[in-house]
């Protein structure tokens, strides 16, 4: 046990050093829910969206979660490059802990993901959100479990692709539906029986609106209990199944 | 009577207990599964490699080579028979294996935007070495490697002879009882592989490293290994010291080892001839 967190803080320390070196791609990944926050946001303020609170309130735990799915899909890319130096294999021939060679990097990946949700956050701010800082924070808890599960999820497909182009089209093809049935841009409640029906069998919808409830002062209510009861199955299931593909790689 | 350690050896013991192999295979085999059927990459090697000994292990492209260092090195399990590695069983302690050898692959594996310095330090801790530990090693070898002004550049800025030294570094962290080389000189030029021979002549002469050696270039092979295990298609075709394999299948008095390869191989025969025999070294079969 005592290898395993050793091993993770090595390699968290090597991907955190990787992340600070590469402040633009951090920068570049931000972007894209920046531009929704301020070219989309404004067309929300007058609409009446259904829930409680501001347009701000409804849209911004959307865009968290969007950032949280999307670069942490994508983040198995890093392995790919990797695998190219031979750095993956170099590191799997030491002793070091499979799961820690995991582990190391997804807490990067939180870690980057929650800087990242800060500044989008106080970006909201500036545009006009108003929230409770315990709901941000709880926000900010599960954009983290989001983030860990679909890193590991991701990681383990990059452990069994050899190119890129193998490992984005399975993402996109992915990412793409889970964002538009979630409910990640304006809420499920707005859909037709139909869309609203199959949404529900999309996890990340649950995670969206517990995020919201949190963003308008109900943290103990039934829909932030089923969001954090999925974020934890979501959890389980992917660290699971994303170690054991990792351990398993190459073998 | 309690039994002697190598600690106290008051007694010399004779006749000698024979050191156990550094490797020892039986059996060992892998198969890849494909569109019509299976694919037989390595089919049942016995192999022996004592401690001490350089072992050059050679072959045709597809011969099973890499296959066989990637198993033996832990990054592919077998399909069938065993493997001991370093006194460890490679199918029961991949760990034990992992902790005394070390693995130099073809294509290196370092960052090339990482410092020198940040990558030997971190695979010095991979092995588990401590902070302090890990700072002391890296400086000792890059006085070894002659890599001493280079620890705060970044890998890419190394010219090839340098980022090879640097490969071997990295494999040498945790100062291992067996380094495995997969073609360890191939892309560098003539200066820079004399002195890797060198380095590697030295490790065995002063630190009694068993070294693993995969080669394309039978220059190469003769010049540096006590032994050679040639394969093709998956199995062992010949092995012996390099006089041996030109006596037994070079034909005449002043065959090469590239005349005892392409006998043992069969590629002479099989493939474009002229090419095989044409080429100087590298041979390209």
Not at chain 1, 29 to 38: A, C, V, W
Not at chain 2, 249 to 269: C, E, K, R
Request: hydrophobic content about 50%; charged content about 15%; aromatic content about 6%.
């Amino acid at each position: 046990m005592s290898h395993l967190l050793t091993d993770t803080g090595i390699i968290f320390g090597r991907y955190l050093r990787q992340t600070l070196r590469s402040r633009l791609a951090l920068t570049f990944g931000i972007i894209q829910p920046m531009l929704f926050l301020i070219f989309f946001g404004p067309l929300l303020e007058r609409v009446d969206l259904g829930g409680d609170g501001s347009a701000w309130q409804v849209l911004i735990p959307g865009l968290l979660i969007q950032l949280g799915l999307f670069s942490s899909a994508f983040a198995g890319i890093s392995i790919l490059v990797e695998k190219q130096y031979g750095v993956i294999e170099r590191m799997r021939v030491t002793p070091v802990s499979r799961l820690a060679l995991l582990l190391g990097r997804v807490l990067r990946d939180v870690v980057q993901l929650l800087v990242q949700s800060l500044i989008l956050v106080l970006t909201g701010v500036a545009f006009g959100l108003r929230a409770p800082v315990l709901g941000i924070v709880m926000g900010f808890a599960f954009v983290a479990v989001v983030a860990m599960s679909l890193a590991s999820l991701s990681y383990a497909l990059a452990m069994r692709v050899d190119s890129p182009q193998a490992f984005s089209p399975v993402v996109n093809a992915v990412n793409l539906p889970v964002m538009l049935l979630s409910g990640l841009l304006l809420p499920m409640a707005l859909a037709p029986g139909w869309l609203d029906a199959l949404s529900h069998f999309i996890p990340l919808r649950y995670i969206v609106e517990a995020v919201r409830a949190g963003f308008v002062g109900d943290y103990t209510g039934g829909t932030v209990i089923l969001g954090a009861g999925m974020a934890a199955a979501l959890a389980v299931v992917s660290m699971t199944l994303g170690a054991r593909l990792f351990r398993r790689a190459g073998a | 009577m309690p039994p002697l350690t190598p600690a106290t050896p008051a007694i010399p013991v004779t006749p000698a207990v024979p050191t156990p192999p550094a490797i020892r295979t039986s059996g060992l085999t892998r198969s890849f599964p494909a569109t019509s059927g299976t694919v037989e990459a390595v089919r049942g090697i016995d192999l022996t490699v004592t401690r001490g000994e350089i072992l050059g292990f050679l072959g045709p492209n597809g011969a099973g080579k890499t296959t066989t260092l990637r198993m033996l090195t832990t990054l592919l399990a077998p399909t069938g028979g065993s493997a001991t590695v370093a006194g460890c069983e490679l199918a029961h302690d991949p760990e034990g294996v992992r902790r005394k050898i070390g693995y130099v692959a073809q294509s290196g594996g370092v960052d090339p935007h990482v410092t020198v310095w940040e990558e030997l330090t971190t695979q010095a801790r991979l092995y588990r070495l401590s902070r302090a530990e890990a700072a002391a090693r890296t400086r000792e070898l890059a006085a070894e490697l002659d890599l001493g002004d280079l620890l705060e550049r970044k890998c890419a800025a190394l010219s090839g002879g340098q980022r090879r030294r640097l490969d071997i570094a990295m494999g040498l962290a945790h100062r291992p009882e067996i380094l495995f080389l997969d073609e360890p000189t191939t892309g560098l030029d003539p200066g820079s592989r004399a002195d890797l021979w060198e380095l590697v002549r030295r490790l065995r002469s002063e630190r009694g490293m068993t070294v693993f050696l995969t080669t394309h270039y039978l220059d190469e092979a003769e010049a540096l290994a006590d032994r050679l295990v040639i394969v093709d298609k998956g199995r062992i075709v010949a092995q012996g010291t390099a006089e041996a394999l030109k006596s037994a299948y070079g034909g005449s008095p002043g065959a090469t080892l590239q005349d005892a390869f392409i006998a043992a191989t069969g590629h002479g025969a099989e493939t474009d001839t002229s090419d095989a025999s044409a080429a100087a070294t590298p041979i390209a079969v």
